[in-house]
């Protein structure tokens, strides 16, 4: 897990490491984070949010992200908040950089 909730400077970006392909890792979010930007120069990930859990393989409902893609998500407030994504690799172990935006 890659829990980045402390931080409430932004941009804040963090290069998520050691991201496997067999199971996700979870990226928990500040509270006052409202859009978030991933990107891997490394390889081709998958990014999903609802239903996921820490430690298990992600499930068909995610979102596929290409290697060398930006792939922003606005996330939503009050109660339609996520508190956190999902990261999962295609291959191998690797690293996805996450950048932490509170836009206004």
């Given at each position: 897990?890659?829990?980045?909730?402390a931080f409430?400077?932004?941009?804040?970006?963090k290069k998520?490491?050691?991201?496997?392909?067999t199971?996700?890792?979870?990226?928990?979010?500040?509270s006052?984070?409202?859009?978030?930007?991933?990107?891997?120069d490394a390889?081709a990930f998958?990014?999903?949010?609802?239903?996921?859990?820490?430690?298990?393989a992600?499930?068909?409902?995610h979102?596929?992200?290409a290697?060398n893609s930006?792939?922003?998500?606005?996330?939503?407030?009050?109660?339609?908040?996520?508190?956190s994504?999902?990261l999962?690799?295609t291959?191998?172990t690797?690293?996805?950089y996450?950048?932490l935006?509170?836009v206004?």
């Amino acid at each position: 897990m890659a829990d980045l909730q402390a931080f409430d400077i932004f941009p804040y970006i963090k290069k998520v490491t050691g991201i496997s392909h067999t199971t996700c890792t979870e990226v928990k979010l500040p509270s006052d984070c409202n859009q978030v930007i991933v990107f891997s120069d490394a390889e081709a990930f998958k990014l999903g949010q609802n239903d996921q859990v820490a430690g298990n393989a992600i499930t068909a409902d995610h979102m596929p992200v290409a290697i060398n893609s930006y792939f922003t998500v606005k996330i939503g407030k009050g109660r339609n908040r996520a508190d956190s994504l999902f990261l999962q690799m295609t291959s191998g172990t690797n690293y996805v950089y996450v950048m932490l935006q509170e836009v206004i």
